[in-house]
């Protein structure tokens, strides 16, 4: 995990007070922060476990069923303790949740692989793929897996730096095969793809100390502070489909990634009431999609203080990456002018006119809070301008056929020059809808301007298709043309 500057802070998870406990709800969270090979953390990821715990804690998952390991996981045996200690009680049904922060390290083997280190300062150990499925794999009930790392993508075959080397492509190798695969009951959620960063930041005087832009969002779209920023249905709840969809555009800096069969029935703890305040809350967006004539992002907010300031900061996504060394950083006026505004719903029009370039592109606003010259960072989002008048095609390939649906996946490559809402569909040869990849979801920056997706064969109940020809369907609009692109492959072929 890498972060932006340096920082150290005391945590103080909020175990004192008591809510009604959800009995068929059980959270592990684990922050690993000291290590023998690599740099420590310290407790600059501790304010994970405080956020995110206190969010459970608001959700009535209750202090029996909430447990914390923070720093003092080292080996195998230690965290298949701490699993056992947690989840024991599991039945089928019941949800058990690990969340687990750590370093991600690449394989030196070049395989695209990657390793989570366990390390409690004494002891450190490599964790796999297939290590962290064997540890919770005897877990009865569903399970969800949520990794905060560098390159965590990977223990899922998400984003790997080798895109030629996929589950589900002809010249695969069985080393990039997915545990997670075949058992439906196992539900990963992972902070970045196979070959990016996971950030983190920290703010001086921040009680919860450190904590990861992935973290953050997690339990701000679970109502930390309030309603639920993942409600994208607005009906209270949340699926883990819709907490994935807000992760995309909530964390711009990595692209979280989500192996599930079921996620758009599986519920997740949602906070009763805010647990935590800060000075900014209630953040609402418009459209994140701008185009170049009218590139201007509608946004509202709600301040708790007063002598509140708030400061702008745009990242560019240029050359691959997002460029944080010349990123702009500007005040909001404030309510008269001053730059300090009074409690209450403020509303904001942010124009972006002359700080883009002609051919569009990728943005990351960030939003902080200043009070008594302590900064914190309230919200992020990921911003995207499509250009005028650019010619673009969309174009479409499906890595080879899908010959063992459920057990392995086929990589969907979808290229697009530009910034666009996409949409991409699974149908049978008789032309009905197994399944949507994707629904107008804001396409992501990446290193190689493609859109990759993953089917794993199996239709929106999460059951395998029947074997037979099927057509991946994307499409989208750039201006007023509307773009097309289809592909077909072959599930259960020879």
């Known amino acids: 995990m890498k972060k932006i500057r340096a920082f150290a802070a005391s945590m103080l998870l909020l175990l004192s007070l008591s809510f009604p406990a959800l009995a068929d709800t059980r959270a592990l969270l684990v922050a690993c922060s000291d290590f023998v090979s690599q740099m420590d953390l310290g407790a600059a990821i501790s304010g994970n476990l405080h956020m995110i ?4 804690l608001s959700a009535g998952v209750g202090l029996g069923s909430l447990s914390i390991e923070d720093g003092t996981i080292g080996t195998q045996e230690a965290l298949s303790a701490a699993l056992h200690d947690a989840f024991d009680e599991a039945v089928e049904g019941d949800l058990s949740i690990l969340y687990l922060c750590t370093h991600g390290i690449l394989s030196s083997a070049d395989d695209g692989q990657v ?10 150990t490599p964790l796999g793929a297939q290590d962290l499925y064997d540890l919770v794999s005897g877990i009865q009930g569903e399970k969800l897996l949520i990794v905060d790392a560098c390159y965590s993508g990977a223990l899922i075959g998400r984003g790997m730096p ?27 959620l992972t902070s970045a793809s196979g070959s990016e960063s996971s950030w983190y930041y920290d703010s001086e005087g921040l009680s919860t100390g450190a904590v990861s832009y992935f973290a953050s969002a997690l339990s701000s779209g679970l109502g930390l502070y309030g309603a639920p920023e993942a409600d994208l249905s607005g009906d209270g709840l949340v699926t883990l489909s819709e907490l994935h969809r807000y992760l995309g555009v909530a964390v711009p800096s990595s692209s979280s990634q989500l192996l599930s069969t079921r996620a758009d029935s599986l519920m997740l703890p949602v906070a009763k009431g805010a647990m935590l305040t800060r000075p900014l809350m209630g953040f609402s967006y418009g459209t994140s999609l701008l185009t170049a004539d009218d590139p201007s992002l509608d946004f509202s907010f709600t301040v708790t203080r007063d002598a509140a300031s708030v400061q702008y900061r745009l990242v560019d996504y240029a050359d691959g990456a997002w460029d944080w060394n010349s990123a702009r950083t500007f005040l909001d006026g404030g309510d008269d002018g001053s730059g300090a505004l009074c409690p209450g719903r403020k509303q904001r029009t942010l124009s972006l006119d002359g700080l883009m370039p002609e051919e569009g592109g990728y943005l990351m606003l960030q939003v902080f809070s200043i009070v008594d010259e302590q900064v914190l960072l309230c919200s992020e989002r990921l911003i995207a301008v499509q250009p005028q008048l650019k010619e673009t095609a969309l174009r479409l390939l499906c890595r080879g056929d899908l010959r063992r649906p459920g057990l392995e996946e086929l990589p969907i490559d979808v290229a697009l020059s530009v910034p666009a809402e996409l949409t991409v569909s699974v149908f049978d040869a008789e032309g009905v809808l197994i399944r949507r990849l994707l629904a107008s979801q804001l396409t992501r920056p990446s290193a190689d301007g493609v859109t990759h997706l993953y089917w794993d064969g199996r239709d929106a109940d999460g059951e395998a298709v029947a074997p037979g020809e099927y057509t991946i369907a994307a499409e989208t609009r750039v201006g007023a043309a509307r773009l097309k692109a289809t592909a077909q492959t072959v599930v259960g072929g020879a």
């Open 115 to 124: 390793y989570l280190l366990l390390g409690d300062g004494q002891t450190e």
């Open 162 to 188: 080798r895109q030629g080397h996929l589950p589900g492509s002809r010249d695969a190798e069985p080393a990039f095969f997915s545990p997670f695969l075949a058992d439906s009951s196992v539900h990963v």
């Open 53 to 56: 715990g206190s969010a459970f």
